[in-house]
């Protein structure tokens, strides 16, 4: 069996961070084991749903690295939700309901006041009540008749999972206007692209047992499923608006990189260090939903900057090569090389580009120690064992050492308190602005 999986967005809005994990963490298991990660865009909705939104879907996703083995759109496939439809219609699983929506609220507001739950009482399935809402002319929308027994199943993530749909209220398939909602179609969906596995939130586990029973009634197999835990912030509490509407797109245009929302995205609420990853494949390999636990994950944004951070830090310079202007030329990789490990983003780097071509406004800090520092510079060519023969001569002459000696050499030649290994920027610089520049001049 070749396992395919599929992650089915609605074009209704921006992909964030929750719903990229469930893509990715279903393009994970299925690569690891060779097998298909197929698109579903889900535009039932017609009112809600926009081309802009499924573009940006596509955009997100082959920015992520996400490569999908297949695609197709929910909306051209209401023929088949209509088969599906007659086909438990014939099978007596799916009748007509004519409450309204404010008569409906009023029967969830009296069992609520007996302390009951609010299960729909199938009061449409009396024939009285029935021929009488027909009469009035209402349009019915249809509801799926759970059994009514206890359904059962191992999950991936959760193991033995057993729920009672006689403690849940019966489906809404179908709407009075005629639109399916999202139960159907994803039960068609997925018999008809032999679903093997659908891996999703545990916000879908209730909605497991209702599609479990659509899947017999239809006489198809029954994937099997993993649900996993939520997102929630630092400190537990369900996520923000801010941080649970936070778009990849967003994410894009800081300067996150992809790799870093991946690892990060994969690795928490698993018994995996969160650690940067050079490669999907990387963790795909290490993919295991023995590994993802049963408490909430928890997304924290400055953890995912941190991460991206140590990222940047490992990358060799053949991955960022064409990315940025400040990178190329034959001193690239030595520039790469010399400023990676101060960068928290990438664009970071035309703020360190500026070290090396200028203009900085160096800060003076010791006048003389400059002056003499000047002075003892070597002709070039230049290289990493420079700067170690240079201030150990300046030190010789002017008595300075440590913080005494480097600080102002900073200060003078970069005019910031901290920054990357001198020795690197040395050669990068060159020797003309570093004159200049412990001069004092803007260079």
Known sequence: MTVTVRFAPSPTGLLHVGNARTALLNWLFAKKLGGRFLLRIDDTDAARSTKAFE????????????????????????????????????????????????????????????????IYNRASLEPANKAKWEAEGRKPHWRFKLSRRKVSWTDLVRGPVEIDTATMSDPVLVREDGAFLYTLPSVADDVDMTISHVVRGEDHVTNTAAQIEIFQALGAAIPKFAHFPLLVGAGGEALSKRLGSLSLEQLREQGTEPLAVASYLAKIGTSDPVEPRQSLGELAAEFDFARIGRAPAHFVPEELDALNAKLLHLLPYSAVAGRVPQLQGKSGEAFWNAVKANLTKLGDIEEMARLINGPVAPVIEDAGLAEKAAALLPPEPWDETTWGAWTKAVSAQTGAKGRGLFHPLRLALTGLEHGPELKKLLPLIGRDKCVARLKGQTA
């Open 55 to 118: 573009e940006a879907i596509y955009r997100d996703l082959g920015w992520l690295g996400l490569t999908h083995d297949g695609t197709d759109r929910q909306i051209n496939r209401l023929t088949k939700y209509s088969a599906a439809f007659y086909q438990l219609q014939a099978a007596g699983r799916i009748y007509p309901c004519f409450e309204t929506e404010g008569e409906l609220e009023r029967q969830r507001s009296l069992l609520a006041a007996r302390k009951l739950p609010p």
